[in-house]
């Protein structure tokens, strides 16, 4: 019966003549899951932000629902109460979507900031993986060589 090759061996002996660093690896992971880590502090601060206003503005629409539900003493005052209540809402509208594109502003900038930092932050890691790499390569081609 023939016998089969033990590729595992082969595999093992194949990885173990080629030099493979993992810490650039793992840097590359760290510098990663650094940028997610404060791309997701960006994210969730502008939630918060957004959160906050949109309870303000029902809060403060509520109230106003309250002035209109209310009895009047003269027919005349609904119509008053609920044109009060419409320009009320037109300006509470225009600050809470101005409030709200400031902060799509305020994360657009932090976004590009991060997304710049990140990627001089990479770039760097990847130099400095070639040139290890590089290095470590040469030594062992001058082993090899010198057998």
């Known amino acids: 019966m023939a016998k089969t090759d033990d590729f595992t061996k082969m595999m093992k002996d194949m990885m173990g003549n080629m030099p493979f660093d993992m810490s650039a690896m793992q840097e590359g992971f760290k510098t990663q899951a650094s940028f997610a880590e404060k791309l997701s502090k960006v994210a969730i601060e502008a939630a918060e ?63 590009i900031e991060l997304m710049l930092a990140a990627g001089k932050d990479m770039g760097e890691d990847m130099t400095a993986a070639a040139k290890k790499a590089t290095t470590e390569m040469s030594k062992a081609a001058k082993k090899a060589t010198a057998k």
């Not at 303000?56 to 119509?79: F, G, I, M, N, R």
């Not at 300006?91 to 799509?104: Q, S």
């Open 49 to 111: 932000k957004s959160s906050e206003i949109s309870s303000k503005w029902t809060k403060d629409t509520l109230a106003k629902v309250t002035e209109v539900a209310t009895v009047k003493e003269e027919p005349a005052d609904y119509p008053k109460a609920m044109t009060d209540f419409a320009s009320a809402q037109a300006e509470l509208a225009a600050e809470n979507i101005a409030a709200f594109a400031e902060i799509a502003k305020k994360v657009q900038m932090e976004t």
